[in-house]
């Protein structure tokens, strides 16, 4: 297991793909603290890559390799090797190489110019962020085995959560302005990975005076120890579940 997870760390580590995003990060990263007056600015630019570059290069990515792997797959299951054992290398090999990415593109600038909890959130928001959608991109390769639809799955998958999610709460929101639904708002952040982190990164910048009412909701259960450690369960659940999913459809699935 140890030996697979090597060969494909290595090999995606050596991917253009995968250098060219690291480089990418890390310019955004870097320019933003240069060009900003305060470190405050530079971090929310880099949430926003956090909230939506990171989340897509690692579904898109982690599906294609998955599909392009096929005939990888395929070999190693002609092998006296289990297939839990295959599919959980092939995680921590993407898993690992893309966290690994994210940090040295955004990880090192943000311990050099931020290195305080709100710099350290970052990164551990960032580094969950990358395992949860590779672990939805491993969901929707498994789903189908035509690699164009596949690749729409994930692609619709990052559309919903980075941008239609959004929409929907806030049309909830004005639709139920009459009723006191704030308090419920809480528990329907927990639907999206992107919010959660979001709502996380926020609240450590001081910002949620910005969010009105609901901010103010969100700051007293999310602010507490106990919201954090829900918040950071709730994403790691997120890549254990359809993890698993996927697990359970691949020791099933007749290649």
Not at 35 to 60: A, H, Y
Not at 67 to 75: A, G, P, Q, V
Not at 179 to 194: L, Q
Request: glycine content about 6%.
């Amino acid at each position: 297991m140890n030996r697979i997870i090597k060969i494909i760390l290595l090999d995606i580590l050596k991917n253009k793909i995968v250098l060219a995003y690291t480089l990418i990060i890390a310019v955004l990263a870097w320019s933003s603290f240069a060009l900003e007056d305060s470190s405050s600015k530079g971090l929310l630019t880099i949430l926003n890559v956090i909230l939506f570059t990171v989340p897509l290069v690692s579904i898109l990515f982690a599906t294609i390799y998955l599909y392009n792997s096929s005939e990888f797959i395929e070999l190693l299951l002609s092998q006296p090797i289990k297939r839990a054992k295959i599919w959980i290398s092939l995680f921590l090999g993407l898993s690992l190489s893309m966290v690994i990415a994210f940090f040295v593109g955004a990880g090192i600038p943000l311990l050099i110019f931020a290195s305080n909890a709100v710099g350290f959130m970052m990164i551990l928001v960032g580094c969950i962020i990358s395992v949860v959608f590779i672990a939805l991109a491993f969901l929707s390769s498994i789903v189908t085995r035509d690699k164009a639809k596949g690749i729409g799955i994930a692609i619709m998958t990052w559309l919903f959560f980075a941008l239609l999610f959004d929409g929907i709460v806030l049309f909830l929101l004005f639709q139920l302005s009459d009723y006191p639904i704030e308090n419920a708002m809480v528990g329907v952040t927990a639907f999206s990975p992107i919010d959660l982190a979001r709502i996380q990164i926020l609240l450590h910048l001081d910002v949620s005076a910005m969010m009105g009412y609901t901010g103010a909701i969100f700051k007293d259960f999310f602010g507490t120890t106990v919201g954090l450690f829900v918040s950071f369960l709730l994403l790691i659940l997120w890549a254990i579940i359809p993890f698993t999913v996927s697990l359970l459809k691949f020791k099933n699935k007749d290649l």
